[in-house]
């Protein structure tokens, strides 16, 4: 089956600085990737749709000049939080689909600690 | 727009014993698939089965059963013979033929006890 690697599985920084995701599809190619934030106890709340070779497309609320998203391959999209702070700590999955009759696979997401 | 709501934020079941997830959606679309993802501890998204709104056979996977009802926009999980293993989230999701964005219920955290 399907399968989308993410990297790293969790990361703590230091407020100010940036911290990247990856988000890879491993035996498929994803013109279209995902990525979410979770807080504890909730749903997934999608922040943007990465496309490849062009701009991601954010969902209203979104910082898009914080939460930094290339899709540089049709196997690669990356995550940057930048200028990190603590109220940006929270756990991000990225998502890719083969195909639409198999919806979406995840990869294993990032806990992402900011202090 | 489209939503979807799971009205049981939290449920409980005897191992060995069957317990029902509900699920329901609003849509204006015709052609659209639904899911059930499950989220263990690890918080891995785990795809667990899948339907497709143009078939009315309801879809199976081993111990794990889906009741769609399209006309009441309803797309219960059922699962049998509940293992421990079974303790998660379970998640609902809405995909259209059109769109590309899945869209998660709130989710229902499934207990298992012995």
């Known amino acids: 089956g399907a399968v989308v690697s993410q990297h790293p599985s969790w990361v703590i920084c230091k407020s100010g600085t940036s911290v990247k995701i990856e988000c890879r599809s491993l035996d498929f190619q994803a013109t279209t990737m995902f990525w979410y934030r979770q807080f504890p106890k909730q749903s997934l709340m999608l922040m943007a749709t990465s496309n490849e070779g062009s701009k991601a497309t954010y969902e209203q609320g979104v910082e898009k000049d914080k939460f930094l998203i290339n899709h540089a391959s049709l196997t690669l999209s990356t995550l940057t939080v930048t200028s990190a702070h603590p109220e940006d700590s929270s756990f991000y999955i990225c998502s890719a689909r083969e195909s639409l009759r198999h919806g979406y696979t995840f990869g294993s997401g990032t806990r992402l600690t900011v202090v | 727009a489209q939503t979807v709501t799971q009205s049981q934020p939290e449920m409980s079941v005897q191992e060995a014993e069957t317990v029902t997830l509900s699920c329901t959606y609003d849509?204006?679309?015709?052609?659209?698939?639904l899911f059930w993802y499950k989220q263990p501890p690890s918080r891995q998204m785990i795809l667990v089965i899948r339907?497709?709104?143009?078939?009315?056979q309801n879809a199976t996977e081993n111990r794990f059963s889906v009741n769609f009802q399209k006309a009441a926009k309803s797309f219960s999980l059922k699962i049998s013979d509940s293992q421990l293993g079974d303790a998660a989230m379970y998640f609902c999701a809405y995909l259209t033929g059109t769109a590309s964005k899945l869209t998660f219920g709130t989710g229902t955290r499934l207990q298992v006890t012995l």
């Open positions: 849509t204006s679309e015709s052609d659209y698939y």
């Open positions: 339907q497709e709104a143009y078939k009315q």
